[in-house]
């Protein structure tokens, strides 16, 4: 309040050691009370009330022994008031001093007193000459005390500093000037619009606080990533450090032709019923596909071809057409791998349609090796128990190259596994329509101690890749893997739905570490 007085009175205060603080009667010098107008001041900032310079000076403080001195007088003081007046009274011998005062105020005080000609030597004792003194050491001490400093300059401070009566220290003073939201009133601004406020009518006259947007706000504690995601990142950083391009895989909706015809899967598979597979009614139906392909396909499940004799089982152009979610993302790399073979078909693709590739070879037939990856989601119609869920992601890879081997397969399977933590990886023969021979992958599980199936993989048919105009050399392994298995074995979650689903715990999710990074 005395700053905002002093402010509204003279506009400006250039040096605050001149304030007086109501009830003294000396300025507000001292380094204490410039601590205490600094807590005043940036209180005030805060709310922009002020603005103020800050000046660095050196101050001095009283040791112990110069505040007893400031508070008692000096040494020499002391003794010359212990002694009688030359004449008028029996003189004061040393031991009795000493006694009276203590050694050290006797035996220095006397010898000062002496030097300044206060007192003197009657018979064995000593008398007062001087009929007044004035101690300056006291005097000084007490300008210090309440200033920091001595007008009579630094001579006599250092003086004082050689007795050890005052200490140097650094001290601060300031220069204030009126704030953009000066005003005499320290009322607190309010910070909200209360019920309170309205009914009373207090609002109009209340002062509020400017908003601030330049606050940064508290912290909030959503937004972590789910197990799931965090296990995605994991393997789609292995893919990419091994070289992998990442497939688009955003269309969730599929005609039967992708997700099954063009891989020569069966139209009668039982995959294909209605009972494993989502159809889609509304559009129902997709549009048909490219014609030359789609008869070289129809005709190797119908008639057969490109060295085998295909299904010799009725086709229905119905059932390619029809609208499915996608039960697998091997229909996203049958897209892929069919716009991988369009050179060796004489067809040029846009800049962007066309999947990363390496180098071409010399066979100048238009093939060039390639290595896709994606990680997203399919659907099953299953029935949903602790393990299965009618959605899931799958992490699925194609590699293409000439000559391939079912080694080079197995070979990729044991590094991939190795850099997910699982270097002990085993193969069982399975079956799939468009693979020959294909794997079914096991690996340890050291937690659990047993063998467990994490994947499904194998050498894609000629049935399947020749149609798409690859040259008979080109051969294409792939592989798929659930995201969800090896996630609920790094988290040791048993139950599918603790992990995905409205039983989810929130907490868990925020609190579970990235489980590699
Ligand atoms: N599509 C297979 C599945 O869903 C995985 C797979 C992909 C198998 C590629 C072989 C080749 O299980």
Not at 85 to 111: C, F, I, N, R
Not at 320 to 334: E, G, M, P
Not at 417 to 425: A, D, E, L, R, S
Not at 474 to 493: D, F, K
Request: aromatic fraction near 8%; charge should be negative.
């Amino acid at each position: 309040q005395l700053i905002l007085d002093t402010l509204h009175a003279h506009s400006t205060i250039p040096d605050t050691r001149s304030l007086v603080i109501p009830g003294q009667s000396e300025p507000a010098a001292s380094q204490d009370a410039q601590i205490t107008i600094l807590g005043a001041l940036n209180s005030l900032l805060s709310r922009d009330m002020v603005k103020f310079d800050t000046h660095e000076i050196v101050s001095h403080v009283l040791t112990a022994e110069g505040s007893q001195i400031a508070a008692d007088g000096s040494h020499e003081a002391r003794v010359w008031s212990a002694l009688p007046t030359k004449g008028q009274g029996s003189p004061v011998t040393l031991v009795q001093l000493k006694k009276q005062m203590g050694d050290e105020t006797a035996k220095v005080g006397q010898g000062r007193a002496f030097k300044n000609g206060w007192i003197g030597k009657e018979a064995d004792g000593l008398v007062k000459l001087a009929s007044t003194i004035k101690d300056v050491t006291q005097l000084d001490l007490l300008e210090i005390q309440s200033s920091g400093t001595l007008k009579s300059g630094e001579k006599n401070l250092a003086d004082l500093r050689k007795r050890k009566l005052i200490v140097q220290r650094k001290g601060q003073w300031f220069t204030v000037h009126k704030g953009s939201d000066f005003s005499t009133s320290t009322a607190k601004p309010e910070t909200d619009l209360t019920v309170d406020m309205l009914t009373s009518g207090s609002w109009k006259t209340s002062t509020y606080k400017k908003y601030n947007f330049e606050a940064e706000g508290q912290p909030t504690d959503g937004g972590s990533l789910h197990p799931l995601l965090k296990v995605r990142e994991e393997i789609r950083n292995i893919f990419l450090e091994m070289g992998f391009a990442e497939m688009p895989t955003a269309s969730f909706v599929e005609s039967g032709f992708w997700c099954f015809d063009a891989l020569f899967v069966p139209q009668q598979h039982p995959a294909r019923d209605l009972q494993d597979t989502f159809y889609v009614s509304d559009p129902s139906h997709s549009l048909d596909p490219e014609p030359e392909y789609y008869k070289r396909v129809s005709t190797v499940h119908e008639h057969g071809g490109f060295g085998s004799v295909g299904y010799r089982a009725p086709w229905s152009h119905e059932e390619t057409t029809k609208l499915l979610l996608r039960t697998h993302t091997t229909a996203s790399s049958a897209h892929m791998l069919y716009k991988l073979a369009a050179k060796c078909r004489g067809e040029d693709l846009e800049e962007d349609d066309r999947p990363a590739v390496g180098p071409a070879g010399d066979e100048n037939d238009g093939f060039r090796p390639a290595k896709l990856f994606s990680i997203d989601r399919v659907f099953r119609n299953e029935t949903m128990d602790a393990t299965h869920l009618a959605e899931f992601h799958q992490v699925e890879g194609v590699v293409a190259d000439r000559n391939l081997t079912l080694a080079d397969l197995i070979g990729f399977m044991k590094v991939f596994f190795t850099k997910m933590g699982i270097p002990q990886v085993r193969f069982k023969p399975a079956y799939n329509p468009y693979t020959e021979p294909s794997l079914e992958i096991f690996a340890f599980h050291p937690m659990l101690d047993r063998w467990v199936e994490v994947g499904n993989s194998g050498m894609f048919r000629p049935e399947m890749l020749e149609p798409m105009g690859f040259p008979k050399d080109v051969r294409v392994h792939g592989w798929g893997l659930s995201l969800e298995r090896p996630t609920m074995i790094r988290y040791g979650i048993n139950n599918i739905r603790t992990l995905v689903g409205h039983k989810t715990s929130i907490e868990g999710i925020e609190n579970s570490p990235a489980p590699m990074l």
